[in-house]
């Protein structure tokens, strides 16, 4: 079974994942293909937000633990529209949210929009999130020039993990009857979901149990492309309660 990746793996993840990006633009017919999982963009629109949005988690993360986000449009180049000056910009916006983690390590505080969530307010899970947002977006970029090839297996398995932890685990109250979800990846790891009055939480468990009301499965990637919404979750296998997948789906915690 494999490891969870530390700072370094992530950064390297990163790395590669952003590489795999590139390669995809670098390869495409046009930059006006449209991206099947983000039908409002082309691949220039994909990569105009990829390369944006690792820019401004850079500034968030140099300005220290006590500042709010930051915007990189201020004085920062925008996006250009010829190819090989597209690619240039999209690999300097990369190493700048590279050199940014590597100057801050793992442990530092960061502001992040997940504070209720169960992923700690650290530059090491801003790595972690950033990993996941380069590689499905990686996969979008993929996707459009034809096929979407699989994430590696140590971004899918992480993945799957980090979405839970980081984007269904909240304080905010469940609006149903109190309930518990498995969510079992095929290569042998499980996260059991418990939902109530008091929100969700993730708790990491050795199988699928009991306890749960339903189980979804899927290989990792399979099951971090679902919770990312590039695949319908009808794909996947679902055990019991499937109503209850129907509402924990649509459920905005947010709201």
Do not use: N
Request: charged share 20%.
């Amino acid at each position: 079974m494999l490891r969870p990746p530390d700072f370094t793996d992530l950064l390297r993840l990163i790395d590669e994942r952003s590489t795999a990006f590139r390669a995809a633009i670098a390869a495409a017919p046009s930059l006006d293909v449209q991206v099947p999982t983000c039908p409002e963009w082309t691949l220039f629109d994909l990569a105009r937000h990829l390369g944006e949005g690792r820019r401004s988690w850079a500034a968030t993360v140099a300005a220290g633990p006590a500042a709010t986000a930051k915007s990189a449009a201020e004085g920062a180049p925008p996006a250009p529209r010829e190819r090989a000056a597209l690619l240039a910009w999209l690999a300097a916006s990369t190493q700048e949210l590279l050199d940014a983690l590597r100057e801050s390590g793992p442990e530092r505080g960061c502001w992040t929009w997940w504070g209720t969530s169960q992923s700690p307010q650290t530059c090491g899970a801003v790595a972690r999130h950033q990993l996941q947002e380069v590689a499905v977006h990686t996969y979008d970029a993929q996707l459009a020039l034809g096929a979407g090839q699989p994430l590696p297996d140590e971004v899918a398995l992480d993945g799957v993990e980090e979405f839970l932890s980081t984007c269904c685990a909240t304080t905010s109250a469940w609006p149903h009857a109190p309930a518990a979800v498995d969510v079992h990846a095929a290569e042998g790891r499980t996260w059991h979901v418990s939902l109530s009055a008091d929100g969700a939480r993730i708790t990491p468990v050795s199988a699928p149990g009991t306890a749960a009301d339903a189980c979804v499965q899927g290989t990792a990637d399979e099951l971090v492309l679902a919770l990312h919404g590039r695949i319908p979750v009808e794909s996947l296998k679902v055990d019991g309660d499937r109503r209850l997948l129907d509402l924990l789906w649509a459920w905005d915690p947010d709201e």
